[in-house]
């Protein structure tokens, strides 16, 4: 057996697929690709059945976690790097301000921060995707979940919530991050802060969206004031604990005029 054939491993869900058993199509691809295959009817229609077991799995699990907060950022970035070592930073003052951490659970950042919250004496979390590339869950996860599919597992980023903080990342960042902004701007879900961290990184990105998007008239002045870009750990868990009262204390304030039911 060569040695890299013995590395061959994936998760799906809870069933782990060493060497030859390890497919090369993951869920989501099987999914949403339905091009030749003439019994998607049936096999979709069974899959439902996977979706479902996901989010049931899933909001069981979660269910009883105290406020927490989703940190994403590089599965790529290297444990010295600037971005992980905020990433740890922010970990543990979250847990000091009494919040879990919910990460992707793989390397990079996400290990940073789940690893300064468990230092920290903090509640670490991570929810893991089947991925063509196996990332595999880091060691500091105390609460591991692996989804199949990224919407189930997208679903219990926000869900479970009450900010986001975003660090240096790719394509799964950025798609984590407008999604959120999507969302809090559209209303579907309730007012929660956005975090980014490292101005450097994302000083381009935001000098574009007000210069383009903004000047063009594809989002208002107000979409731009849902997020705060900073470099400071106790400025961004200071921003998120404000909110977290400000939202609290505006919904105690409905209920206790009758307005809004428990």
Avoid at 94 to 104: D, H, Q
Avoid at 199 to 208: D, H, M, Q
């Amino acid at each position: 057996m060569t040695q890299s054939n013995h590395r061959r491993e994936r998760h799906r869900g809870p069933v782990t697929l060493r060497r030859d058993a390890v497919s090369a199509a993951t869920a989501d691809q099987a999914l949403l690709d339905s091009a030749g295959r003439p019994d998607w009817k049936v096999r979709d229609s069974w899959r439902t059945l996977r979706i479902l077991s996901e989010f049931v799995e899933g909001f069981d699990t979660l269910s009883d976690l105290p406020p927490a907060v989703s940190v994403f950022g590089s599965a790529r970035s290297a444990a010295d790097s600037p971005e992980c070592e905020m990433a740890q930073r922010l970990g543990a003052a979250l847990a000091r301000a009494g919040y879990a951490v919910i990460t992707g659970g793989g390397p990079g950042v996400m290990e940073a921060a789940n690893r300064g919250c468990t230092e920290a004496s903090g509640l670490s979390v991570g929810l893991g995707i089947e991925l063509p590339f196996e990332q595999g869950m880091n060691e500091w996860v105390d609460v591991g979940i692996d989804f199949r599919y990224f919407f189930v597992r997208k679903t219990m980023f926000v869900k479970y919530a009450q900010a986001f903080v975003v660090l240096p990342g790719g394509m799964g960042t950025m798609d984590e991050l407008f999604e959120a902004l999507t969302l809090v701007q559209t209303e579907k879900v309730t007012r929660f802060p956005v975090v980014m961290m490292g101005t450097a990184y994302w000083s381009g990105l935001l000098a574009w969206m007000r210069e383009t998007m903004l000047a063009d008239g594809k989002i208002s002045a107000a979409d731009l004031d849902l997020i705060i870009c900073t470099d400071d750990v106790d400025e961004a868990v200071e921003h998120i604990v404000h909110a977290d009262k400000t939202l609290a204390a505006e919904q105690q304030a409905i209920r206790s005029s009758g307005g809004l039911a428990d």
